[in-house]
């Protein structure tokens, strides 16, 4: 299993850093996970057209982590020399299905077909969800601790690889429970200091994350311009766990 890091930054506009993105490919599927503005390009760029992807694995429904899908529904209707001809599910937490209803009252017929159909699968924000994804790799979701519908997401390979992502979230009993031994842990490292309003960790969550949770490495994402990544990471090493910050195009495979 392959999981790339498509954009490692956030909402705010960064030449090096794309909006949340990531993608997950296993068994000759590739499955998208978020995916901001700028996620076509910048697949197109590794290889991957998204008229070719298997579907869809959203964490959050903020507009930094989907800014892309309708322009992604858009190109699957339009493709000229790829036109699809089979359904585009997507994984998400309770309330996708009336969000993406709310698309479709905007854009229509613009990001629908009579081709295809976008089956949604809604996992649960109460407690622990199960799916299996294109590809045979396993996803297992836990409630984050962030907007509505925001979820920790876990992959794991038909070999028993597995990778973490935070989504972004505050401080989370989930997110240590979700990533306790994993192979990769990525996660969001949003601020500086202390979010006055918990919904994004600063440098000492994350080490009281790695602390509990003791992955066998962690790569850092999501960082706000503010937040210095080698005082963010000098802060984190106490734990003793393989840190580094992600960047964009990069990957995990096991
Ligand atoms: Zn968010
Ligand atoms: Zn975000």
Redesign the pocket.
């Known amino acids: 299993m392959r999981f790339t890091i498509i954009g490692s930054g956030t909402l705010v506009p960064d030449a090096e850093r794309g909006s949340a993105g990531f993608l997950v490919q296993e068994g000759g599927a590739s499955v998208l996970v978020d995916g901001g503005s700028g996620t076509m390009q910048r697949l197109k760029r590794l290889g991957v057209d998204v008229r070719a992807l298997d579907g869809g694995v959203y964490s ?1 429904r ?1 507009i ?2 989907v800014g892309d899908l309708a322009p992604i529904l858009f190109a699957l209707k339009v493709g000229v020399d790829m036109p699809r001809t089979r359904d585009y599910p997507i994984w998400a937490g309770e309330g996708f299905v009336a969000f993406l209803n709310g698309m479709y009252d905007v854009y229509g017929k613009w990001i629908s077909s009579d081709r295809w159909s976008v089956p949604v699968v809604e996992m649960s924000l109460s407690g622990a969800s199960t799916a299996m994804l294109p590809g045979g790799v396993r996803l297992d979701t836990l409630p984050a601790n ?2 509505a519908g ?1 979820l920790h997401l876990r992959f794991t390979s038909p070999a028993g690889y597995t990778v973490v992502f935070s ?2 979230t505050g401080p989370s009993e989930n997110l240590a429970r979700l990533s306790a031994g994993v192979d990769v842990l990525v996660t969001e490292c949003a601020v500086p200091g202390k979010d006055p309003w918990d ?1 994004h960790l600063g440098p000492e969550d994350v080490a009281a994350l790695l602390d509990a949770a003791r992955p066998k490495r962690a790569i850092l994402t999501h960082l706000y311009p503010d937040n210095d990544p080698a005082a963010a990471l000098a802060r984190i090493a106490r734990t003793g766990i393989p840190v580094e910050r992600g960047f964009d195009d990069q990957f995990v495979e096991g």
Request: aromatic share 0%; charged share 20%.
């Open positions: 959050h903020h930094d982590h962030h907007t925001a989504g972004d919904s």
